[in-house]
């Protein structure tokens, strides 16, 4: 479950990014990379406060 | 100074108890690897500052070299200062800077550094819970205050909108903040990547449309070295000094010696790599990008506002970006400002202390001055706090060597140390006066009453981080040469623990 969570999140920064490469390729439409990007947070917010722990104590 | 007096014992008391889980070093079952260090410095260092500063930096005209080489070279400094200065104290100590400062400087300064601190961390945090503001703003119309423009003080829906969100941040770092804290550690590999994706999707915008193209963009669209109207110039030693005085209370001023003391090893220092160059560096330059492609579409009298950039350049999740930027950065700065408003305000509950803490912050969020200078009130905080980790510095490394006594201040209970007193407020004051002279004319009568080889000294405000620092150590050891020598009697042996503590009873010879 952990490892399925984990490829959600990384697909979820692989969209806040890789998208905007493509704007500057000219492969995709600068309006499309928004919806891209917005995609790729929900992904990684809707994932990653699973798997990423909290610090053990605070240093 | 004697300790004598039961109101001043009390005062010592109320400072003590705040840190009073603080006091001993780190045992060795909590220390942390490397990896604790990397994580934390690359999430605390990208804050939604960074979309003011990386803006500033192009309103101010840097040119393209100045931008992408002073601050290659001012994080490398700042990441040599967290390593060779910062960390190898921490680990061979293992207190708080808090105990440090206490140790050489006594008490009674240790109060003033708390309270002063606690001002700043305030405004630091209004200028984040600013930023924010300007993203929430955007969406629904409301324009965010354009101090260029003449803007003394936002309109009256934006500030309401400030103080909602800083009510909100106020509430959470008085209940939350533990979750709060994961949370931020979540938000930490995202963020990066939105600075990141904006400004690569915003290139085309300048005419960038290949790597080929980016280095004559960067000359003539971004950084053009040409200033806003009535913006004054930065140059390439106030990228240099910008990039390593903004956390030079943490390094050169030893105020991540807190941090540090759980360290295994002194070379952990060099984790602040991970924040200096993620943050500092590729953040600045992305928000700059960012700045000039909006300037690009709207023109050059726009107001580039964290929240209007980040819109340009990534839409809702650029705005999502600056809110939870602001906000993961601004609850532990107010938790800060909270601890040291504890030490003031004896008797005072947690909540009562982070509410007073957070009116602070939403009073300096509601001056649109202090988001225009960040950088200036950015550089005052370094310039004024760090002298007293030059003297931790100079304290351990260098007074033995000069046959002058450690943490003279502890060992005779002293409740102010004059020499760190001299060292701090001089340094600062001389420091102060000589970019002042230059910079506001109605100082401009101190270069009638200075030599002529100081008259013409025409600082950059940035780079007094050197100057200051030696100024300090150089006031410091001098006075603190001559209180040892005017002490006729036995110095007693140190309780503490570190290097100090197995020093011998020494006797002074006295003259």
């Keep these: ?59 | 100074m004697s300790s004598s007096d039961t109101h001043k014992q009390s005062l010592v008391e109320r400072l003590d108890a705040v840190n009073e889980f603080e006091r001993e070093p780190v045992s060795k079952d909590k220390l942390h690897g490397a990896k604790s260090f990397i994580a934390m410095f690359s999430s605390e260092h990208v804050a939604g500052t960074e979309f003011v500063l990386g803006t500033l930096l192009v309103l101010h005209g840097v040119s393209a070299f100045d931008a992408l080489f002073g601050l290659l070279v001012g994080n490398i400094l700042a990441v040599l200062s967290w390593a060779l200065m910062c960390a190898p104290i921490a680990v061979k100590e293992r207190l708080t800077v808090y105990w440090q400062i206490r140790k050489i400087a006594g008490p009674y300064l240790t109060v003033i550094y708390s309270a002063l601190f606690a001002v700043i961390m305030c405004v630091l945090a209004g200028s984040m819970v600013a930023v924010s503001t300007t993203a929430i703003a955007h969406p629904f119309g409301i324009e965010s205050p354009n101090f260029a423009a003449g803007d003394v003080i936002p309109s009256l829906p934006w500030m309401l909108v400030a103080c909602g969100v800083g009510v909100v941040i106020a509430l959470l770092a008085m209940f939350g903040f533990e979750k709060l804290a994961h949370f931020a550690k979540v938000c930490a590999p995202w963020m990066p990547l939105i600075f990141v994706g904006g400004a690569v999707a915003s290139l085309p915008a300048l005419g960038v449309t290949g790597p080929g193209d980016f280095m004559e963009a960067a000359k003539t669209k971004i950084w053009t070295g040409v200033p806003a109207e009535g913006v004054s110039k930065y140059g390439f030693w106030s990228c240099v000094g910008l990039a390593w005085l903004c956390n030079v209370s943490q390094h050169m001023g030893m105020g991540d010696v807190t941090i540090f003391r759980y360290a295994k090893k002194w070379y952990y220092g060099f984790a602040s790599a991970f924040g200096m160059f993620i943050g500092h560096y590729i953040a600045w330059i992305c928000s700059g990008i960012m700045c000039a492609a909006f300037l690009q579409l709207n023109g050059a009298g726009s107001n580039p506002s964290p929240g209007g950039i980040a819109w340009l350049g990534a839409g809702w999740a650029g705005l999502v970006c600056v809110v939870l930027a602001g906000w993961s950065t601004a609850n532990p700065t107010l938790y800060r400002a909270g601890l040291a408003f504890q030490v003031v305000t004896p008797g005072w509950s947690r909540w009562r202390i982070t509410m007073f803490a957070g009116v602070g912050m939403m009073v300096a969020a509601c001056v649109p001055a202090v988001t225009f200078y960040l950088d200036m009130v950015v550089a005052y905080y370094g310039l004024f706090f760090m002298p007293l980790g030059a003297f931790i510095f100079f304290d351990y490394w260098v007074f033995p060597k000069l046959g002058l006594q450690r943490n003279w201040a502890e060992r005779l209970g002293l409740l102010a140390s004059w020499p760190a007193l001299v060292g701090w407020f001089g340094s600062f004051i001389i420091c102060f006066f000589l970019y002042a002279k230059e910079a506001y004319p109605s100082f401009a009568w101190v270069n009638d009453v200075l030599p002529s080889f100081l008259a013409s000294y025409q600082p950059d405000f940035f780079m007094q981080v050197l100057p200051a620092w030696i100024l300090a150590v150089v006031l410091y050891t001098a006075c603190a040469t001559i209180q040892q020598k005017l002490y006729r009697g036995v110095v007693p042996p140190l309780k503490g623990s570190g290097a100090s503590a197995s020093e011998p009873e020494v006797e002074l010879v006295a003259r």
């Design chain 1, 1 to 59: 479950m952990k490892s399925v969570l984990k490829l959600i999140s990384y697909l979820g920064l692989a969209l806040s990014v890789v998208p905007s490469l493509l704007v500057f390729s000219g492969a995709m439409e600068f309006e499309n990379h928004y919806n891209y990007m917005s995609v790729g947070m929900v992904l990684w917010f809707a994932t990653a406060i699973f798997w990423i722990k909290p610090d053990q104590h605070e240093m």
